[in-house]
């Protein structure tokens, strides 16, 4: 055993070596996940101190699970919790389809030139932020935005957008795909191009429709990516969107948009900063989220899928 690792060692030693210039591409991406991805774990002991800006993280007492214990006692943290799966899991069911269904009508175009053009369009609100977002939709959504101005030329009664708490999370799902599916769908579009065309001749040859060849070439193939990027989403659930609801929101529907984020952004600038205590909170959610990730992976291999790591 004492010269076999040594022996491991030096085998490994030589096939880096021997494969230098792939490991030096990767080198600065190494370099910036370890500065800034792993780097700041070292925050993650807030979550077991009580905070002193004297201190700073290494200096601050220790207080055990104390965090924990007022993180789990306030109403309004499980509250935010809800809200946050509720509005989350209605991304699933709503928002997670668009980019595929607008990945397979794209790659049904015959004309290069129009599917490109349709590309563009669809992909270019991707590259614009949520404030600007939000001050088109407040534009056009308000009591006297463009679609109540409409409203009233035609005699109707004015409707309250932006201020009713059964519309907003609609808002939310169709604002955030219009915004991300051209851009999510290029992943989609990149796992089409690699189907081997002969699988179509063949559905062509045996005289299937259009239809037919979506459902039983282009499908099957696009499973596994659909499958991945179910995967991930699911590990997300308890991450809701802050910027995007940040931004939308408002006081008369603060009772429906309070997602864990934003209450973690409240409880962290909104007061006296605790930091102990919104670090609880983080560590909370990302291991609920690494709980999802985990349990969905294991879903998608026991349904047949070949899960993240194959």
Not at 55 to 63: N, R
Not at 284 to 297: I, K, P, T, Y
């Amino acid at each position: 055993m004492k010269q076999t690792i040594p022996r491991k060692l030096s085998r490994l030693g030589r096939d880096i070596w021997k494969s230098r210039a792939i490991y030096g591409l990767m080198l600065p991406g190494l370099i910036w996940f370890v500065l800034f991805a792993y780097g700041p774990m070292s925050g993650l002991l807030l979550a077991f101190k009580t905070y002193s800006a004297k201190g700073g993280i290494w200096g601050s007492p220790w207080c055990g699970w104390e965090n924990f214990m007022y993180v789990f006692r306030d109403a309004a943290f499980l509250r935010s919790v809800f809200t946050t799966l509720r509005i989350n899991i209605g991304r699933l069911l709503f928002q997670f389809p668009v980019p595929i269904i607008l990945a397979l009508l794209l790659n049904e175009c015959a004309g290069k030139r129009y599917k490109k053009a349709a590309q563009t369009i669809f992909t270019f609100p991707y590259f614009l932020s949520w404030v600007i977002v939000a001050s088109l939709i407040t534009n056009t959504l308000s009591m006297d935005g463009l679609l109540n101005g409409v409203l009233s030329m035609l005699g109707l009664d004015k409707v309250n957008f932006l201020g009713s708490s059964r519309l907003f999370a609609p808002i939310l799902y169709i604002t955030e795909s219009w915004k991300s599916a051209g851009w999510n769908a290029i992943i989609y579009l990149a796992a089409l191009s690699g189907i081997d065309m002969d699988q179509y001749e063949a559905a062509k040859l045996d005289g299937a429709s259009r239809w037919q060849t979506l459902v039983h070439v282009t499908l099957p193939n696009l499973k596994p990516t659909i499958i991945v990027m179910l995967v991930l989403s699911i590990g997300n659930l308890m991450t809701g969107g802050f910027e995007q609801i940040f931004n939308l929101s408002n006081p008369a529907v603060a009772d429906v948009c309070e997602i864990l984020d934003m209450y973690i952004y409240r409880v962290t600038f909104g007061s006296v900063p605790d930091f102990g205590f919104s670090m609880a909170i983080s560590l909370f959610r990302s291991v609920v989220n690494c709980f999802f990730l985990v349990a969905a992976d294991w879903g998608a291999k026991k349904l047949g899928g070949t899960g993240l790591f194959g």
